[in-house]
């Protein structure tokens, strides 16, 4: 047996080979599972029950295929552009505490308010990874730059609402004050699915995935992601590219940070209840897109049902707490193994 490259891998054989990755995904996942005493058809079973087939579940889906689509759809562009963000989490945050500050002590007008909120998530979130940007000039490889800066992020978050802006009615938990009703976003009834996030998700998504294949600046990128050295000889700036891209991956993790706080929980609180690892999960979203924003429309509410059936699986079946973990990680796993049959053919001949 013996691998030979593939010059041009076609769009069918990277697609068979994703979905077969997954597969594989999660027949390790029954295997996981049948270790752990439980059957796999009654895990599966119950976890598209408890979500595509529960009105509940399905609301919890479409909570959490917000803020997936929307950095799944940055991430993609990232990866696509050789630039590899892990900082999502982080830049979530810092849109999430921009967008805080300008709904409570910020004088806009109610009219301008949400807005207002967006546009500073969107630039918190931007600011952050462009971090990663400016080290990455100075020869700091950005994966574990914005690695790190998930860290920093999470801590200011604790300072700041355990000082500055602890609310004056807390009580044992720390968060700030309530933000002006102006700055809540609008929700599907008895949901917390912040629709006009949604809307925007689908829409960035369309709109960059336009971007990436019929605009100057997509046609950089992609020579940029897939040839850095012809790239180079057309006069192409790499650097320049990285610095777009990551300012507008960061600004699309800004906002979703910006709508959790202000279409949820309307206040800033302890960084773990504004992601439930939103900024880790999404780089499967964007790896199972093979760097196509508009399939992050499929990809991200596929990890949203993983995500949503976990919780399920923890409390019907009394399963660890991580096992949402293990099918991040098994998918992850699988996903990159595959990307060596995307770019190679299997040859079977005699020795």
Known sequence: MRFVAVTAPSA????????????????????????????SAEVYGTMLRGTLG????????????????????????????????????G???????????????????????????????????????????????????????????????????????????KGKDVRGYIYTDTFPQGAWLPTLSGTQVHWPTLLLGVALALGLQWLLSRSTFGYALRVVG????????????SARVATLVALLTGGLAGLAGAGEVAGIHHRLLEASQISLGYGFTAVIVAWLARGNPALCLIT?????????????????????FRVVDIFSGVILLCLIASEVFVRHRVQWARA
Not at 227 to 236: D, F, K, V
Request: hydrophobic content about 60%.
């Open 12 to 39: 069918a054989r990277t697609a068979l080979v994703t979905v077969a990755s997954v597969v594989v995904a999660l027949l390790v996942c029954a295997l996981v599972f049948a270790l752990a005493g439980q059957s």
């Open 54 to 89: 529960d009105p509940t579940g399905l609301a919890e889906v479409g909570r959490r295929t917000i803020p997936l689509l929307l950095i799944g759809v940055g991430l993609a562009l990232a990866f696509r552009a050789q630039f590899f963000n892990i900082g999502a989490e």
């Open 91 to 165: 830049q979530l945050l810092l849109g999430a505490v921009f967008a805080a500050g300008t709904a409570l002590f910020l004088p806009v007008p109610g009219a301008l308010l949400v807005p207002a909120v967006f546009v500073s998530g969107f630039i918190g979130g931007g600011l952050w990874a462009l971090v990663a940007a400016a080290l990455r000039r100075v020869n700091v490889n950005e994966i574990l730059s914005t690695l790190m800066l998930n860290y920093i992020a999470v801590a200011l978050v604790t300072y700041l609402i355990a000082g500055p802006w």
């Open 226 to 237: 897939e040839n850095p050295g012809a790239a180079h000889y057309a006069g192409l700036s």
């Open 300 to 320: 991200a509410p596929l990890m949203a049902v993983i995500l949503a059936g976990g919780d399920l699986l923890k409390i019907d079946l009394n399963l660890p």
